[in-house]
């Protein structure tokens, strides 16, 4: 399967005909675009709110049409050996598709490229020798940015032929990585086909290891279902949750690159401080019971402890008369209210309304024909709202949360059965804050008042909702993020291995459970595409240590990649570092420097000295600066051609516990696509030794 060269542009050259197609569909996705821009809605609108709803639509359409010069328009062509879904006479040739990022048609309406997405398009991505898919003939393209140089056929049913990795497919996974995360819709692969295109209405779990190809398939999962239910995701919204700031930038022109536009990307902080500003810090002992599912239990009893049995009967007053609901009856109501277990606020609401029907039945048993208007005015009336906020009152939760970190007795009072006092100690503030915009929430605190507000009123569910490095989440945060898919579906990305936090998940079974996900598919992808394979070798070392029974990454590559680890002296440490990123430099592509996080500042030192600027995590490399400095904890989930890892043990030692400490490692070791560095002063660890 040779890759054809360019050689001259005559008509009889394929590759002189391909470009000529290539030419000709971004003629026409530029029609398309002055198309939808010169679209005049004047006489379409009935008024200034329609027209500003339909100009936003197509302002996106606009976007979506844009025009990439980088990027190829098409990147394959199947040729089919019948007409797709349609009879045909015997001996006649089948249809001819280019698949590529996104549809684009001719002038009378007649495809010119076809969406990566489309159904005709999937055997680009399943069809082998084995089971061709009436494919004849695939071809791939290969480009030197956005010039068509190469292709390559794969003849599916030609027994003659014998089967070869194909040089193009390779490439283009080894192609160095300048800027952000590209798109993969090149050099998707079968397994990672099928959890693409697997159905909305089912979560999916991908357990995936370094180089897997997880998050990208994540990424490509939401564009294909928007394809596939575009009404109703829009409808009911969609959204990508990472781990920080620097790896959504990193991965935020994935989706626009494949002309979606509509996806929003949080963290979990971001989805949970609407409330409050986060500025302080737990300690790790702090933090984990914080984040234990077992604080959801006691928050709903310190909740639900503000209701109060009344004492009392209710007396409404209309005109000359005076209605007299008893306690008992209204204590039933609360019983009931209860027992239905809702929303606390909802409760709240409720409660006069109940109160306002019986003062009704009791109106019509005096012949009196009250209607739903009577209703309210009652359940408005001062001495309803007084007994409801006497009995079920109204609660803050951030005020509910500052109570319980604030007041030891009624955190005992709820955590009772539920958290050791060791536990309880952990997480009272040693220093009470006076209010709940004086005190120093932390992280795991704004999750703890957003699971407080969901019991008060429920979350807004979206329609889809991918939750990426979901190992580091706490079953807190699983809460957090499965509220905002609750009628929804998620796709969960991570790898065990991989977790860093101290409350990181053991197993995804408990954080399906925790997700409120339990029925989710499981899918565990064990081929690599790019990190080397000597580099994921010697970083599988760690496994057996910190993530028992998990399968080792395969590396597919046929590049072995390299991997040098070198010991070197202590006062000459900064210093070989920094000719080890010289090295490094000579090489096309980006270069990841990943050190301890005590180490950055000198390192940052050490290079500055030397002449050589260097990016942070997140900022895009360009052809002058292609350095990043990397501390160690901000690592997970970025790539880099080349990286130099700086004193493996001190990356070890700047975590709570040596597991922990271990995985950030495995983490640190295995971020390079092309080569890996290790750079070491004292001893490494026994597993690595």
């Not at 575009?230 to 989706?255: C, D, K, M, W």
């Not at 010991?567 to 090489?587: F, K, T, Y």
Request: with cysteine; aromatic share 4%; net charge negative.
């Amino acid at each position: 399967m040779p890759a054809h060269e360019f050689e001259s542009d005559t008509t009889t050259d394929p590759l002189a005909h391909e470009r000529a197609h290539l030419a000709a569909s971004r003629a026409a996705l530029r029609a398309m675009r002055e198309d939808a821009q010169n679209l005049d809605i004047r006489d379409v609108t009935a008024n200034w709110v329609n027209a500003a709803v339909l100009q936003a639509q197509i302002d996106e359409r606009i976007k979506s049409l844009a025009d990439l010069a980088h990027t190829p328009l098409f990147f394959g062509r199947l040729d089919y050996l019948h007409v797709v879904g349609a009879e045909q006479a015997e001996g006649a040739e089948g249809e001819q598709f280019y698949i590529g990022r996104r549809h684009v048609h001719d002038a009378v309406g007649d495809p010119m490229v076809i969406d990566w997405r489309a159904p005709v398009s999937q055997p680009f991505y399943r069809a082998s020798r084995k089971d061709p898919l009436d494919v004849g003939r695939r071809r791939r393209f290969g480009y030197t940015g956005g010039d068509l140089t190469a292709y390559e056929d794969e003849h599916l049913t030609d027994p003659a032929e014998a089967e070869q990795t194909s040089k193009l497919l390779q490439a283009e996974i080894e192609r160095p990585r300048v800027g952000p995360m590209r798109d993969i819709v090149a050099t998707i692969q079968p397994e990672q086909d099928e959890i693409v295109r697997s159905e909305l209405g089912g979560t999916v779990c991908v357990q995936g290891g370094p180089g897997t190809g997880k998050t990208a398939v994540g990424l490509h999962r939401v564009a294909y279902l928007l394809y596939a239910h575009r009404e109703r995701l829009a409808r009911t919204g969609t959204l990508v949750v990472g781990p920080n700031r620097s790896f959504l930038h990193y991965i935020e022109q994935v989706l626009p690159a494949l002309g979606e536009l509509e996806v929003k990307q949080a963290t979990v902080e971001d989805l949970v401080t609407a409330q409050i500003e986060v500025r302080g810090t737990d300690e790790a002992p702090a933090a984990v019971v914080k984040g234990d599912a077992r604080m959801a239990e006691v928050l709903r009893r310190a909740l639900r402890s503000h209701v109060t049995p009344p004492t009392e009967p209710v007396m409404v007053v209309r005109g000359s008369r005076r209605w007299r609901v008893p306690a008992y009856e209204i204590e039933e109501m609360v019983q009931e209210l209860l027992a239905r277990d809702m929303r606390y606020g909802a409760a709240h609401e409720a409660l006069p309304q109940r109160i306002a029907h019986a003062v009704l039945v009791r109106m019509e048993q005096a012949g009196e024909a009250p209607d739903d208007r009577v209703q309210n005015s009652v359940a408005r009336n001062p001495a309803v709202k007084a007994a409801v906020k006497a009995i079920w009152p109204a609660v803050d939760p951030a005020k509910l949360v500052l109570r319980l970190l604030s007041d030891a007795e009624f955190l005992a009072e709820h955590a009772q059965g539920l958290l050791s006092e060791d536990e309880q100690k952990a997480i009272l503030w040693t220093r009470p804050a006076r209010s709940v915009k004086t005190a120093k929430w932390s992280a795991a605190d704004a999750v703890l008042i957003d699971e407080a507000a969901d019991l008060v009123s429920r979350t807004h569910s979206l329609g889809h909702v991918v939750i990426d490095e979901a190992q580091d989440l706490s079953p807190m945060q699983y809460r957090a993020v499965g509220r905002r898919c609750s009628t929804g579906s998620a796709t969960v990305l991570g790898d065990l291995a991989q977790g860093t936090t101290p409350w990181s998940t053991q197993s995804w079974e408990q954080a399906l459970h925790h997700l409120g996900k339990a029925d989710a598919l499981v899918e565990e992808l064990t081929a690599g595409f790019r990190v080397p394979r000597d580099v994921i070798a010697y970083a599988s070392r760690l496994l057996p240590v910190i993530s028992p029974g998990l399968t080792p990454v395969e590396s597919v590559r046929e590049s072995p990649g390299s991997l040098s680890v070198r010991e070197v002296g202590a006062d000459a440490l900064d210093s070989a570092v920094v000719a080890a990123c010289e090295e490094s430099l000579v090489h096309e592509g980006s270069i990841g420097l990943i050190a301890a996080d005590a180490r950055v500042p000198a390192l940052a030192v050490a290079l500055t000295a030397a002449g050589h600027t260097y990016l942070s995590p997140g900022q895009e490399t360009t052809a002058e600066t292609r350095l990043t400095l990397v501390p160690a904890s901000l690592a997970k989930g970025l790539e880099y051609d080349y990286v130099v890892l700086d004193e493996p043990a001190a990356v070890v030692d700047g975590e709570p516990d040596e597991r922990t400490g271990l995985r950030r490692l495995y983490v640190a070791l295995t971020r390079a696509v092309s080569g890996l560095t290790v750079l070491h002063a004292a001893p490494l660890p026994e597993e690595l030794a």
